[in-house]
């Protein structure tokens, strides 16, 4: 039997050096694949704004989409820890507003919630882990303050900010998280938070020392249009699937699909 990744099974593989694999996923058929194929950790992102809905920032998306989102990704998934992405403004207003909304996610199979930010956040982060919710923070580039941090740079590049990082880093874990996403730092800070904290470092744009990475899998897969400097694409799937379609589009119109083998007689015994 394939073991069940808990939370505790990071901390543990952050202990003996072992490298934590994680990837977002937004529907049933791809956490299924990703599941399978041994992914450790299974973000539904609120990044689906981006790469599902269309829209420019993570802004837009609701608990109405995460929750159907991380309900098709918690059906699929056996192996891997699911934690589920809490929208813009499900957790920012109270610390019981965000417990309520935390708790439909796990309602609807997922076994982690994220949430983005430092010191403004740890009573939230308290809350929820004392009524049994398990957090993942997410530190450096927080796309829910884009506007705030006046867009998708690089963060923490002066001393001042690199310090900060590293406290809220040391809070988060005080106030009970099981890990952090780093995104979008530089990899010296990365490493220095990776060797300071005791929970695993997940980082996205945070060069190689973190305890894990993790992409948007549109991104690592080709599929996405937008290039980023920090991903690197495993394969290409835009064209692997326009060359498809291209096929599909000449044998329809050439009449060559369907073919006798697609279609049926009318032997009842076809299934
Ligand atoms: O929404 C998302 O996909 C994320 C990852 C990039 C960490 O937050």
């Not at 998280?177 to 997940?202: D, G, M, N, W, Y």
């Not at 697609?262 to 032997?267: G, L, V, Y």
């Amino acid at each position: 039997m394939t073991e069940k990744i808990t939370t505790l099974t990071l901390l543990k593989k952050k202990t003996l050096g072992k490298k934590i694999v994680c990837l977002t996923a937004y529907d049933y058929l791809i956490a299924q694949l990703f599941d399978k194929a041994g992914v450790d950790l299974l973000l539904v992102g609120d990044s689906v704004a981006n790469v599902v809905y269309g829209h420019t920032t993570t802004l837009p998306v609701g608990m109405t989409e995460m929750l159907a989102h991380t309900q098709a990704v918690a059906k699929a998934t056996k192996r891997a820890l699911v934690v589920a992405d809490m929208p813009f403004m499900s957790y920012q207003l109270s610390p019981e507003d965000a417990l309520r909304n935390a708790g439909r996610f796990l309602k609807v199979g997922a076994e982690a919630v994220k949430i983005e930010g430092g010191s403004a956040i740890l009573v939230t982060v308290e809350k929820l882990v004392k009524s049994g919710i398990p957090v993942m923070g997410h530190l450096g580039l927080t796309p829910q303050s884009v506007h705030l941090l006046g867009g998708y740079r690089l963060q923490a590049r002066t001393k001042e900010a690199q310090e900060k990082l590293l406290n809220d880093a040391l809070a988060l874990e005080n106030a009970g998280c099981f890990a952090i996403v780093l995104e979008k730092i530089p990899l010296s800070l990365a490493k220095k938070v990776t060797e300071t904290i005791k929970i695993p470092t997940i980082g996205i744009g945070a060069g190689p020392y973190c305890d894990g990475q993790i992409l948007v899998w549109q991104d690592m897969l080709g599929l996405s249009l937008n290039k980023f400097r920090f991903v690197k694409e495993y394969a290409n799937l835009y064209q692997i699937i326009f060359d498809a379609v291209k096929k599909y589009i000449e044998e329809v119109n050439e009449g060559i699909f369907p073919s006798m083998e697609h279609s049926f007689d009318d032997d009842q015994s076809c299934p």
